[in-house]
């Protein structure tokens, strides 16, 4: 379980005149733990099915620890692979229990010596479930007997597609993490497919961003929150306001006042980027261009509010703590904190 981890180089795949993926580039360090996030019928499953050796590709190559798993699009059998693979709908086998589905893959010598209950307690479930049959299991606890049933043969690496999707929200973040920890003591090197950005920045190590059947961007969570490549990436992770601006040395001038910048971005007219938590109202209006408070959606921790600037109506969220709340109405003096991302202008927004 050590070495260099996934190589995946150039590969296409089309379905007819739809081209699904269009030069797919990742690599995913040994022991790590890679998302990759884009929409839906974005191409995710069928780059998993690729690796995992289901489906062939009209070109590109993988390796996985240095050895080719793909080669000009055509690769080795699935079981030659090394690789688990948990599918979509998790699709455990309905009639067989936990246990028999978590050995399901253990055959002949490592049989013997395979000991389902340390399966179980690395995938963080409880010993007496093992006689369960899926049906009398919570959709969580079936998304952990199918990792560990994708883990029960060691492999290097585990492909993981929208695991959580059909758990509802508090379910999602405990299995989640539970599925990472796991995935860590194992010390497999994994893809998790997601189409929820949430669920990208908190469980993996690296998030590739996919777009137009290529990666737009590998970087890690707070890279990728705070310097996304371009302003699509920047709203596809998270809510955001694009405002025109002009940088001259460290300082951006826009809407919303001067703004600190990182040194080596573009200088002159730009777009700048700002996050709903780096609005700053100021109740007193001393601070700032004056706005308008629009609407407030209360969410008990914190909330948002939004707000049209009274010189020149753009509108932009601000992501308040849930107390000392503004009403709709109000006006507020507006400020940014922090710095804040620059995009040259030519990128579409
Ligand atoms: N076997 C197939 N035959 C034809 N089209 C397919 C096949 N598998 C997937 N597609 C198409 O490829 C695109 C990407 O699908 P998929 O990889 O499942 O996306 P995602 O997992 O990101 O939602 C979709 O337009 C889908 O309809
Ligand atoms: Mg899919």
């Known amino acids: 379980m050590s070495g260099d981890g996934l190589v995946v180089s150039g590969i296409t795949?089309?379905?007819?005149?739809?081209?699904?993926?269009?030069?797919i580039d990742l690599e995913i360090a040994a022991g790590s733990i890679v998302a990759t996030l884009g929409p839906s019928g974005g191409g995710k499953t069928t780059l998993l099915r690729i690796i995992a050796g289901f489906l062939d590709a009209d070109?590109?190559?993988v390796t996985l620890d240095g050895n080719p798993?793909?080669?000009?699009?055509?690769?080795?059998?699935?079981?030659?692979?090394?690789?688990?693979y948990v599918p979509q709908e998790g699709a455990l086998f309905p009639h067989l229990d936990a246990a028999s589905n978590i050995a399901f893959g253990i055959r002949g010598k490592a049989g013997r010596g395979f000991d389902v209950d340390a399966m179980m307690a690395l995938v963080g479930l409880d010993p007496v479930l093992k006689?369960?049959?899926?049906?009398?299991?919570?959709?969580?606890?079936?998304?952990?007997?199918?990792?560990?049933?994708?883990?029960?043969?060691?492999?290097?690496?585990?492909?993981?597609?929208?695991?959580?999707?059909?758990?509802?929200?508090?379910?999602?973040?405990?299995?989640?993490?539970?599925?990472?920890?796991?995935?860590?003591?194992?010390?497999?090197?994994?893809?998790?497919?997601?189409?929820?950005?949430?669920?990208?920045l908190a469980l993996a190590d690296r998030v590739a961003v996919m777009r137009d059947g290529r990666v737009a961007q590998l970087a890690t969570p707070i890279d990728l929150y705070r310097q996304p490549a371009d302003p699509a990436i920047a709203s596809f992770v998270g809510s955001v306001v694009v405002l025109p601006a002009m940088v001259a040395g460290g300082t951006a001038k826009s809407p919303l006042g001067a703004h600190e910048v990182r040194p080596g971005g573009p200088q002159g007219a730009v777009k700048i980027l700002v996050r709903p938590e780096q609005v700053v109202l100021d109740r007193?209006?001393?601070?700032?261009?004056?706005?308008?408070?629009?609407?407030?959606?209360?969410?008990?921790?914190?909330?948002?509010?939004?707000?049209?600037?009274?010189?020149?109506?753009?509108?932009?969220?601000?992501?308040?703590?849930?107390?000392?709340?503004?009403?709709?109405?109000?006006?507020v003096g507006v400020s940014v904190r922090g710095d804040v991302a620059v995009f040259a202008e030519e990128h579409p927004s």
């Not at 407030?296 to 107390?323: K, M, Q, S």
């Open 13 to 23: 795949k089309s379905f007819g005149d739809n081209r699904v993926l269009d030069g």
């Open 59 to 61: 070109g590109g190559s």
């Open 69 to 84: 798993l793909v080669t000009n699009g055509r690769g080795i059998a699935p079981q030659r692979r090394g690789i688990g």
């Open 131 to 200: 006689s369960r049959h899926p049906h009398e299991l919570s959709g969580g606890q079936q998304q952990r007997v199918a990792l560990a049933r994708a883990l029960a043969p060691r492999p290097s690496m585990v492909l993981l597609d929208e695991p959580f999707s059909s758990l509802d929200a508090g379910l999602r973040v405990e299995t989640g993490k539970a599925v990472v920890r796991a995935l860590r003591a194992a010390g497999a090197t994994a893809i998790l497919v997601t189409h929820d950005q949430d669920e990208a």
């Open 284 to 331: 007193s209006c001393a601070v700032g261009p004056k706005a308008r408070v629009e609407d407030v959606a209360f969410f008990g921790h914190d909330a948002t509010v939004r707000l049209r600037l009274v010189d020149n109506c753009l509108e932009l969220d601000a992501r308040v703590l849930g107390r000392d709340l503004p009403r709709i109405g109000d006006v």
